[in-house]
């Protein structure tokens, strides 16, 4: 059981006493909140999945290295699952494009009708 445990926990080892990368990754999230071309639903995904990660940079920043670290244990699969659900919206999380309005009939001109010929 131990090993399922670090394979499933091994990404925060990545991120653990390195605020840097959290930042980076908080950062991917937070930026396309601002951007217009992501649909409403998925800036709003994305801003709930970057609130962890910031609050993760913090607590990277602020802790001591030699300090236990029960912290990734507890926060361990929030991280994983908003971290895979940020990545799926920030791949999927498009608008899509809008058809291109019907093209309208031409107007026949009533001054010149076309006779027979």
């Known amino acids: ?11 925060l080892g990545v991120f653990a006493f390195n605020p840097l990368l959290c930042a980076i990754l908080a950062g ?3 930026v396309p909140v601002f951007v217009p071309i992501y649909s409403p639903s998925s800036r709003l ?3 709930l999945c970057a609130l962890p ?11 001591d290295p030699q ?9 361990g699969p929030l991280l994983l699952v908003t ?3 940020g990545a799926w919206h ?9 058809p291109p309005p019907p093209r309208r009939p ?11 010929v």
């Open 67 to 75: 300090a236990p670290r029960t912290d990734l244990v507890a926060l």
């Open 106 to 116: 031409r107007p026949s001109s009533s001054r010149f009708p076309r006779r027979g």
């Open 53 to 63: 990660w910031w609050a993760f940079c913090l607590r990277e920043a602020s802790v």
């Open 90 to 98: 920030l791949a999927r999380g498009h608008r899509r494009p809008t």
């Open 1 to 11: 059981m131990p090993d399922l445990l670090t394979l499933f926990f091994w990404p």
């Open 83 to 85: 971290a895979v659900f």
């Open 28 to 30: 991917v999230f937070t």
């Open 45 to 47: 995904a994305l801003a």
